[in-house]
């Protein structure tokens, strides 16, 4: 088929979404599929992979620009002769849709707590812009089928738009295990020796490029509250670090911290910490999780994420309630910083072998599988 890519960027140097794209379009390659990214950018690397057609947007404003986006990539791809439009990207014109962003009205729910700040901010132009987007999206006239990466997020689709089961299609996210794999001996201790760390000091890693949303916070303040005083902890992603460095000051754990930034090679920390941390407010399926588990590191997220449908508590890592549980998150670090080896070993072999069930090319052949049923539904209407 010949198959259009929606994504704003597409680039192994943004975050994950953005990476998930780059590996899907090489995936879908390799099944002998003719692939074209439509969005704002691509890595110049990759146009040597991939066809590129660039959107163009209006960038005043946010919302400026995810309207001109929506608009402008359906009439981009309209003139494509292409078979199926696949979106990773809210946008219109689309065949199929993933649910690789998070949900507008769920992410409003969840981080403004309280009804009447909720109301509030749907008059914010950039979250009336993106309702009105997801209103049209997953409406009876949007996308014939929609893949989502968890259960909850079906159940959103569900209770939120009336979106039906046949229109509905669970696609778990996948990993590259040929990059994340375990550590091979080195990197715990060179990446503990760059920190200033002893070999046995409880390292905790959590990686983001958006802070807020994914949790930060209750994190350092559940770093502050834990038994294990010596426990340190990796900030990995461009956020607001100035901000966050006076958060953790202001938690009494700036010591315990070490805002590193982007990193190219995320896969040096997951080998070398403890614990993959990441209590994230709402989030369809962090990529991160499954790169941590990969390279057997334990993941604490809650269940309010579509990641929660991997971890089993006490087997490869544990669930707390929400984002603001921050005293069930201290305990469950320190529950599982206690354990003594034998559990720890067995744990982080079972965060191997769930990684080891969702490489990337069984999500890339999962997700062409949807597309090439859309595309004879499309045919024979």
């Known amino acids: 088929m010949r198959i259009a890519i929606v994504r704003r960027a597409c680039s192994l140097k943004k975050a994950g979404a953005e990476r998930y794209c780059v590996n899907l379009f090489r995936q879908l390659q390799k099944l002998g599929h003719e692939v074209t990214i439509v969005g704002e950018s691509i890595d110049d690397e990759l146009r040597r992979e991939v066809a590129f057609l660039p959107v163009p947007v209006l960038r005043l404003t946010s919302w400026t620009r995810n309207r001109s986006f929506y608009e402008n990539a359906a009439r981009v791809t309209a003139k494509g002769g292409l078979d199926i439009v696949h979106g990773l990207s809210r946008v219109g014109g689309l065949d199929t849709y993933r649910l690789t962003d998070p949900l507008q009205t769920e992410w409003l729910r969840a981080y403004y707590r309280g009804r009447w700040r909720q109301q509030l901010q749907r008059w914010n ?78 390292l905790l890693v959590f990686a983001a490029m958006d802070f807020r949303r994914k949790g930060l916070d209750s994190l350092l303040q559940a770093l502050g509250r834990i038994e294990r005083r010596e426990a340190h902890l990796v900030v990995l992603g461009n956020g607001d670090i100035a901000g966050y460095r ?121 997700v062409a599988a949807v597309l090439e049923e859309a595309y004879r539904e499309k045919l024979s209407a």
């Open 125 to 202: 132009p950039r979250h009336r812009t993106l309702l009105d987007i997801e209103r049209r999206l997953f409406s009876p006239d949007g996308p014939r089928r929609i893949i989502v990466q968890s259960r909850l997020d079906a159940r959103l689709l569900r209770e939120e738009f009336g979106v039906s089961d046949h229109r509905l299609r669970h696609v778990p996210n996948g990993v590259d295990l040929s990059v994340f794999t375990p550590d091979d001996g080195e990197d715990r201790e060179r990446v503990r020796r760059e920190l200033g760390l002893s070999s046995d000091q409880p």
């Open 246 to 366: 006076r958060r953790a000051a202001q938690c009494g754990v700036a010591a315990r911290v070490s805002f590193l930034g982007r990193q190219s090679e995320m896969r040096r920390y997951y080998r070398a910490g403890d614990l993959f941390v990441l209590p994230t407010i709402y989030e369809p399926f962090p990529n991160v999780n499954l790169e941590a588990m990969a390279c057997g590191l334990p993941v604490i997220t809650t269940a309010t994420a579509g990641g929660a449908d991997i971890v089993e508590d006490q087997v490869n890592g544990l669930l707390i309630p929400n984002a603001w549980a921050v005293e069930e998150l201290a305990d469950g670090i320190d529950r599982l910083l206690s354990m003594s080896a034998a559990p720890r070993d067995a744990m982080s072999a079972a965060c191997i072998a769930t990684a080891r069930q969702f490489p990337v090319q069984r999500n890339a052949r999962e």
